[in-house]
């Protein structure tokens, strides 16, 4: 006999909210009606100017949560550069930092993008409906009800068979759990503060040709630093991240003064600053982001917490994004393992997902130190570090960003194996872990 099929509610089109429509749809189409409520306007109705925006490097991780879904890759990496390393800018000479493994360098939006026409081109009402400007407000688990506010102040209640909340680390599903459920959730200001940057990534006239095929990053000091990624038609788009106490802007009133700025002190990047990018940069907003740490990512067998709902972390090691998309994989591997029980899926997740995500918080906390003395030895790991491993790789365990970026061990296993190194920076440091 034919059950009725159940239904899905995904608060938050991000990509680990969307990564999961396709999963659910992809293994059991007929069982699964998904609908996707975001609070922001529809993106393919959004100019670009008006969309916030940062690349997203794509590793391993990433790319597997891709790969489950039959040429979803290859629509994204259309829009994307593949990036075979880092290149680390100083005044007077540049190094590189090859990796292993490509990355895939993408606008956030783009990939968002990207997976909405793969999900509406794929499947249709009422297989999977969307919904823009609909902000989750209040929850009635009991009732199994979820509530949404449009920006004209319409409410509508909605009734769920599963309510995932894929609604980033301000997400309100987590806060209403945390506020009437009893979950336990703590949230820390990271200390680093970043504005979007969009450069040229060629400057003809100064002889600059920027590696299209590269990451590119400079350190200015442990307050400063710039990272950027190739995007298609010759761009760089990146993150200009600062001390959140020290904000180097805060003395730049006209544009000269912040092509002055990056002549000085970012001759490189400096030279593919057009004047009216300088201006756009002075009146960019300062983003501040924040770390999210909870004990499980579950309520009952009907709510769930995914990404940075559940486990925002500091973008300095770039897992953020690969995390939450690992997120579907691993859900996608316990419904198969439990025939699609949500009751045995959902506190497994938890178990097996929150030592990870505790872990990622403290790689991304303390991979990357903050005095000048251990940024010297974080390159030299990461260099000489490497030949070593090569040569003696029994004495010499693979430095940690290699380890995050070029394998898919589990987090909580990069962390044993690096706790010699990320026990060091932290002692170096002051940030205080918010749940422990
Ligand atoms: C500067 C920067 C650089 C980064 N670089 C990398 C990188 O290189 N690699 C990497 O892996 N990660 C990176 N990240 C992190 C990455 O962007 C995030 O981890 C990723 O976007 C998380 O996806 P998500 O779907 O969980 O959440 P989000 O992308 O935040 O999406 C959440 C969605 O929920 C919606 N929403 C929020 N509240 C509500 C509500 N109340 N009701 C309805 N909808 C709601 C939002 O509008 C949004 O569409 C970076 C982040 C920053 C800031």
Not at 75 to 94: D, E, F, M, Y
Not at 285 to 306: K, M, N
Not at 414 to 433: A, D, P, Q, Y
């Amino acid at each position: 006999m034919a059950t009725s099929p159940q239904k899905i509610v995904i608060v938050g089109a991000g990509p680990a909210g969307l990564l999961f429509a396709h999963y659910l749809l992809h293994r059991r189409s007929q069982q699964y009606q998904v609908e996707i409520y975001d609070r922001r306007p529809d993106p393919r109705q959004v100019a670009v100017s008006e969309r916030r925006s940062f690349p997203i490097s794509l590793q391993e991780r990433g790319l597997q949560g891709l790969r489950g879904i039959p040429d979803l890759e290859a629509a994204i990496a259309q829009q994307s550069l593949p990036c075979q390393g880092t290149v680390v800018h100083n005044k007077q000479r540049s190094r590189e930092i090859r990796r292993q493994n490509t990355v895939l360098a993408i606008d956030r939006n783009t990939l968002v993008l990207v997976l909405l026409e793969e999900l509406s081109r794929r499947y249709a009402a009422p297989q999977v409906q969307l919904r823009f400007n609909h902000a989750c407000e209040t929850l009635d688990a009991a009732a199994q009800t979820v509530c949404f506010k449009t920006p004209d102040s319409q409410e509508s209640a909605v009734h769920y068979d599963r309510l995932i909340g894929a609604d980033g680390a301000g997400s309100q599903v987590r806060d209403l759990l945390a506020a009437h459920h009893g979950l336990q959730s703590a949230q820390a200001l990271v200390p680093d503060a970043y504005k979007s940057i969009f450069l040229a990534r060629t400057n003809p006239d100064q002889g600059i040709d920027l590696a299209n095929n590269r990451i590119h990053t400079a350190n200015l000091n442990q307050d400063v630093r710039i990272v950027l990624a190739p995007q298609p038609g010759d761009r760089l788009h990146g993150a200009f991240v600062f001390n959140a106490e020290k904000n180097p802007f805060a003395d730049l009133t006209t544009p000269t003064a912040v092509q002055a700025y990056f002549a000085e002190h970012l001759p490189t990047f400096g030279a593919l600053l057009s004047d009216a990018e300088a201006q756009a940069l002075l009146e960019r907003p300062v983003a501040r982001l924040t770390t999210i740490t909870c004990d499980r990512f579950h309520e009952g067998d009907r709510i769930l917490l995914v990404g940075d709902a559940a486990h925002a972390v500091s973008p300095s090691i770039g897992q953020g994004c690969n995390s939450a998309l690992e997120d579907i994989v691993i859900l996608n591997q316990l419904l198969d393992r439990y025939d699609d029980d949500w009751a045995q899926v959902l506190p497994q997740f938890s178990q097996q997902r929150v030592p990870d995500a505790h872990a990622l918080r403290d790689l991304s906390d303390y991979a990357f130190p903050r005095t000048p003395l251990l940024v010297l030895e974080f390159f030299l790991r990461l260099t000489l570090g490497r030949k070593l491993h090569q040569w003696f790789p029994q004495q010499f365990q693979p430095f940690v960003f290699d380890l995050v970026l070029d394998t898919n061990l589990s987090y909580a296993e990069v962390l044993r194996r690096s706790s010699g190194w990320i026990n060091k920076v932290k002692r170096s440091m002051t940030v205080e872990s918010p749940l422990t």
